[in-house]
């Protein structure tokens, strides 16, 4: 049975940092593509950044880059992001999701978590 749990949600101020966690099983994260998505009111389902099976290519939506980072720890079958530098804009539901994708999209397919919030606020 496919789970993904994520953690790590929280309120924080703007410029702050947190580090959020996805925790799969039932299936290997290695060798699949998975990816963190937001959803905040009012604003469309958003994909975040991806990271493709067994190459571990990624994607970064614009807003994001340089700022947060995606990684996988194969040994724990954990999906983490790295968000620094946070703006009221990143505010949402974050949950990790398996997606296809490639250099320049990614798009989310049938497995999701429920999702932990994200505040930026001062």
């Known amino acids: 049975q496919v789970q993904l749990v994520e953690s790590g949600g929280a309120l924080v101020q703007p410029g702050g940092s947190l580090r959020l966690s996805c925790a799969a099983s039932?299936?290997?994260?290695?060798?699949?593509?998975i990816g963190w998505f937001r959803q905040a009111p009012g604003k469309e389902r958003e994909a975040v950044s991806c990271?493709?099976?067994?190459?571990?290519?990624?994607y970064y939506t614009d807003s994001v880059k340089s700022r947060f980072t995606i990684s996988r720890d194969n040994a724990r079958n954990t999906l983490s992001l790295q968000m620094n530098s946070l703006r009221p804009e990143d505010t949402g539901l974050y949950y990790c999701?398996?997606?296809?994708?490639?250099?320049?999209?990614?798009?989310?397919?049938?497995?999701r978590g429920q999702g932990t919030q994200v505040t930026v606020s001062s």
């Open positions: 999701a398996t997606a296809r994708m490639n250099t320049n999209m990614c798009a989310q397919r049938d497995n």
């Open positions: 990271i493709s099976g067994t190459a571990g290519n990624t």
């Open positions: 039932g299936f290997s994260l290695f060798y699949s593509t």
